[in-house]
């Protein structure tokens, strides 16, 4: 069975902060996908990173996949309370039943609150 | 483009009650499915389509139905409802390879008496 454990559950911050959340897993995957998702709504993609060590940079968050393609980390520079929400992280490897569907993990979420 | 739409946004039955979660799409894709979120445990799949007429589960089916007779409408039944039930509902249409991404809906909070 796959896992993917974050860290930490939950993070409160001031505006202005960093932070970076992890994503860890002893599976390796073909892709990882970092979601975010506001009180009531679903989760909408930020990234994907494909290759180990990829880097990635979205305004002020930069992704980063592991080397070895098991782990995940999400850096918030100069946070801001617009980036409060739900932080999931999604690792895609293998397939399920014949139809070429590919397997997706969930990780557990980070509850990120961002105060002015 | 309305994406992914859900209905009911909001639920609550009784133990031993039927219902039916609605879901469409209209961005023509192939790959559907259905998760629960509950509280520490992320989502978890419960049926998948990977086309109209194909449908197989996920990781917790017990207790639920699908069927897929177009490619825009997957709906997810509840057979008789359980509070074990008691969940935030997404269903999701993928596009698949090479940006494999995930269009969730605004999701079904049902809860179970």
């Known amino acids: 069975t796959q896992l993917l454990e974050q860290s930490p559950q939950f993070l409160s911050i001031q505006e202005g902060e960093n932070l970076t959340v992890y994503c860890n897993s002893s599976?390796?995957?073909?892709?990882l996908q970092w979601y975010r998702q506001e009180p009531g709504e679903g989760p909408v993609l930020l990234v994907t990173v494909v290759t180990g060590g990829e880097v990635k940079k979205l305004k002020r968050l930069t992704f980063q996949f592991g080397d070895a393609r098991k782990d995940s980390s999400l850096h918030i520079t100069a946070a801001q309370p617009g980036d409060t929400g739900l932080y999931l992280c999604a690792g895609a490897g293998g397939f399920l039943g014949s139809g070429g569907y590919q397997k997706v993990t969930f990780g557990t979420g980070t509850k990120l609150q961002v105060i002015p | 483009n309305a994406g992914v739409t859900q209905t009911p946004k909001f639920q609550v039955l009784k133990t031993g009650q039927s219902m039916t979660l609605q879901c469409a799409q209209d961005?023509?894709?192939?790959?559907m499915s259905w998760y629960r979120q509950d509280p520490g445990m992320g989502l978890r799949l419960i049926h998948y389509?990977?086309?109209?007429?194909?449908?197989d589960q996920g990781e917790v089916p017990n207790g639920y139905n699908v069927s897929r007779s177009t490619t825009e409408d997957f709906p997810l039944r509840l057979l008789s409802a359980a509070p074990s039930q008691t969940s935030v509902y997404f269903c999701a249409s993928r596009e698949q390879l090479p940006t494999d991404t995930q269009y969730f809906g605004p999701g079904t909070r049902l809860t179970v008496l």
């Open positions: 599976s390796v995957f073909s892709s």
């Open positions: 961005m023509n894709h192939e790959y």
């Open positions: 389509s990977v086309g109209a007429g194909i449908t």
